[in-house]
């Protein structure tokens, strides 16, 4: 069957000193910070929530003073798209020739209408885990076998025969669900069309301008986990794919996303050699130099390992550089996020604990390798059972500063809590002062009402 081609889509013509000045909502700012930014003339850079018939959704661009992604060019993603790079896709054949190259920097939007399944091929077949093993030689029970710690032992990584034909099954899959997304594009949902991306990872790497919105990436799955017997005290199970990452990117703004492993939590998957068969990966990791970033209204629920920002503690020392706000949380693990090295804005987030999908809660925010971490204004729910103390996280070196963040509507001193329950203690101060702040509420006891409704993919129209 020919693969479907893309169809063109008409174009329609710690340092608090900062919170008293914005107590006012984020406005349009109009046509002159537009020419400024090098937009084409009547189009308006525009809040993620204002409400205009100025610009429809897929021209918006990240408004000004609006996290570290409105930091000097600015975002814009495809704004400036023409109608021959102005798609509409459903398949997953649709959506890696509307992507194209890349290395081609033309201005684009690609406008993903429904749910695109990426385990399909170019003529929309379902594929299965066992579609990519095929010709490999791999198998479950014969690399458990191989690898048993009992006859293998746990001093190295696997390697031999049925390593390379698990890392073999491995890469197939991975040439079948990996989008990678050029520069000076944005990727947005159409509303009203349960837009998103089941079972695959858009791919953000070394290019710049990218927006991603409205979208739900769910069930991300690597079929082939590696086994890791030197990985702490016990081995883990490691995947590969992210729903969405950022690697070596710069001037990236996810806005009013949806991530979710459902249907297939963590908690249905099998335990081999005495640890889970971990098949999921990160959301939304910022990793390998990443910088000016801008993640905000969307909703993180029922994963584990879901914000990685620096892959390393030797990243990429004076970038990633990441703003997070108005973000919901829910049924989170851990890692929202990790934090290394970077310059870090976490403000009027939404995090409830209180159900983890039969999991324990190891942290809400950890900072470490000297990252200096600003949170303030946010909103934990958490249960009866659950320590304050078991917020925060970090390694001795990291800093979190920042007040008016709240626990069931109570204010507290999380970096003090944690500090008293702890010898790595967190430091409170930090080396910059945060200034790209728009939208900062000063007060965080509404948010959990308030983000309810606002955030996450099919809000914007």
């Not at 690609?110 to 003529?123: E, L, M, P, Q």
């Not at 794919?241 to 990236?252: E, I, K, M, P, W």
Request: charged share 15%; proline share 4%; glycine share 10%.
């Amino acid at each position: 069957m020919a693969t479907p081609s893309p169809v063109p889509s008409p174009v329609p013509s710690s340092a608090p000193s900062h919170r008293r000045s914005l107590r006012k909502r984020r406005t349009i700012v109009v046509t002159a910070a537009a020419a400024a930014a090098g937009i084409g003339a009547g189009f308006l850079v525009l809040n993620a929530n204002a409400a205009s018939t100025s610009v429809d959704l897929y021209h918006q661009t990240l408004a000004t003073k609006d996290g570290w992604a409105s930091s000097g060019t600015g975002t814009s993603g495809g704004a400036k798209a023409d109608a021959a790079h102005t798609f509409t896709v459903s398949t997953r054949a649709q959506l890696v020739k509307a992507l194209g190259s890349a290395s081609d920097t033309t201005p684009r939007i690609v406008k993903i209408k429904g749910t695109i399944d990426a385990n399909t091929d170019d003529s929309g077949k379902k594929l299965s885990c066992a579609d990519y093993s095929a010709g490999t030689g791999y198998s479950l029970s014969a690399y458990l076998k191989a690898y048993a710690p009992s006859t293998y032992g746990t001093s190295k990584l696997p390697s031999g025969t049925q390593e390379k034909a698990r890392a073999a099954a491995q890469t197939k899959q991975g040439k079948n669900i990996i989008f990678r997304v050029p520069a000076n594009t944005t990727v947005v949902g159409v509303p009203g069309t349960k837009a998103g991306i089941t079972g695959g990872m858009l791919q953000v790497q070394s290019v710049d301008n990218v927006i991603v919105r409205n979208l739900t990436f769910a069930a991300t799955q690597d079929c082939f986990p590696q086994w890791d017997p030197t990985d702490g005290d016990s081995g883990n199970w490691n995947s590969q794919y992210d729903a969405v990452t950022l690697r070596g990117a710069t001037h990236v703004w996810a806005d009013h996303n949806t991530f979710t492993d459902a249907p297939g939590l963590d908690t249905s998957d099998p335990t081999y050699y005495g640890r889970q068969y971990q098949i999921h990966d990160g959301d939304l990791d910022i990793t390998k130099g990443s910088d000016l970033v801008t993640v905000e209204r969307n909703q993180f629920t029922n994963h584990d390992k879901t914000m990685l920002i620096g892959s390393s503690d030797t990243d990429s020392v004076g970038k990633l550089r990441v703003s997070i706000h108005h973000n919901v949380w829910k049924g989170i693990v851990q890692r929202a996020p990790l934090a290394r090295i970077g310059q870090i804005h976490i403000y009027n987030n939404y995090y409830d604990t209180t159900n983890l999908n039969g999991y324990v809660l190891q942290y809400s925010v950890n900072s470490r390798a000297k990252a200096q971490v600003v949170a303030e204004d946010n909103y934990w729910k958490t249960s009866a059972s659950q320590k304050v103390s078991k917020l925060f996280s970090g390694d001795g070196t990291g800093s979190i500063a920042g007040s008016g963040n709240l626990v069931n509507g109570t204010a507290t001193d999380l970096v003090a809590a944690y500090n008293a329950a702890n010898s790595k203690k967190l430091k409170t101060t930090v080396n910059w002062t945060p200034t790209l702040t728009a939208g900062l509420e000063t007060s965080a006891k509404n948010l959990p009402a308030e983000l309810a409704t606002t955030t996450g993919a099919g809000v914007l129209k």
